[in-house]
């Protein structure tokens, strides 16, 4: 495999932008090798600037649902640029968009745009402290709810309740505010509650995580989590940036038939545009500024570019009857051809799916929280996900990833992915 052009264009950018990437798991740095640079991509197909071609398992980690170039999202792109790309002014699209997304997830009654996942998690999490008056939020670990300050704390040390720091230029006084719980332990939750009485103002969780790879709620967990919300006047907030409008329609509230008070959207819901969302009960909702005290605006917010791809992407998901059975149906054949090869090659691994979202983790144990993920054997998977690159199969380079079946993996493709697996695992053993 020629990569000569990615190599002289990693190096061209490492000059020019820090480690040569605007967002650091493209780096390659946890498979180690460099990064490829992608010139373009069609269904199920990526390209890179070598012309190598790929199937696609990343898909803009989690956009592209129905495959690159969707003819639906490009028409709707090309009837909306002649209008001019932006006015920071209301506009028809977004009415439409806000309604649609109102008739399609469960918990949103009102909904804010934003320009990604980020913004959505952070602006949920100050009108959460706004509406109830709270300081203090309680999240889990392995968790990603994007960049915002108070979501970089890691567990802290013995009896500490608080959390630290997980990069610089965190404070403190924003790290204890943010409380750390072990995903799938409701117990975990009431030490929380008991020993923070009257100030937690939020919980905030992926209902599917799929940040420590992919990590699906035991029975009763979610509802759990709403009955302990609800006794102590907490608000739930599902961050479904990742889940929204992948597992179902509605997302995994949908699926799991667990009502948070508030939702975060993102990804899938920009149709491949840098689209963030908010939402959840009117009197909630009714806090944010104008009509409420909480402040929260954005100059691109709502952009009608970003919002005529949006749209284009929902109505398709929200029409489409039989896509997420399909998107199961291919996710679970590629999965068990995975455990047949693990068979053959006498190895075992843990595999966690749902939907189209799945995680092959290497190491034999069940992985249910972070602490059981962080078990797998990271170089192993380095190994394993160059191997894979090399079949022409593009992984996410990172064990602590969800993988996303997209509509345009077909039958052959599938049989090509569980081929390069059964090769990918004899070659590293
Ligand atoms: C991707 C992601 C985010 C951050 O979204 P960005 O658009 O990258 O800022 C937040 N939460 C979850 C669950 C995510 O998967």
Known sequence: MQTQRSQTLFEEAQHVIPGGVNSPVRAFRAVGGNPLFIKSAEGAYIYDEDDNQYIELINSWGPMILGHRNPAVEQALAEAIPHSVSYGAPTSREVEIAQLIVSMVPSIEKV???????????????????????????????CYHGHGDSFLIAAGSGAMTMGEPNSPGVTQGTAQDTLLATFNDLNSIDRLIASNPDNISMIMIEPVAGNMGCVLPNEGFLEGLRARCDEYGILLIFDEVMTGFRLAPGGAQELYGVTPDMSALGKIIGGGLPVGAYGGKKEVMDYVSPVGPVYQAGTLSGNPIAMAAGYAMLTQLQKHQTLYQQ???????????????????????????????????????????????????????????????????????????????????????????????????????
């Open 327 to 429: 998107l199961t149906e291919t996710t679970e054949t590629i999965v068990n051809g995975i455990k047949e090869n693990m068979k053959r090659l006498n190895v075992s691994y843990t595999i966690n799916h749902v939907g189209s979202m799945f995680s092959l983790f290497f190491t034999e144990h069940p992985v249910y929280d972070f602490e059981s993920a962080s078990a797998s054997d990271t170089k192993l998977f380095g190994a394993y996900f160059q191997e894979m690159l090399k079949r022409g199969i593009y992984l996410a380079p990172s064990q602590f990833e969800a993988l996303f079946v997209s509509s345009a993996i077909d039958e052959a493709m599938v049989e090509t992915i569980v081929r390069a697996n059964y090769e990918s695992l004899k070659a590293i053993h």
């Open 112 to 142: 804010r745009m934003v320009n990604s996942g980020t913004e959505a998690a952070m602006s949920a999490a100050r009108l959460a402290r706004g509406y109830t008056g709270r300081d203090k939020f309680i999240k889990f670990e392995g």
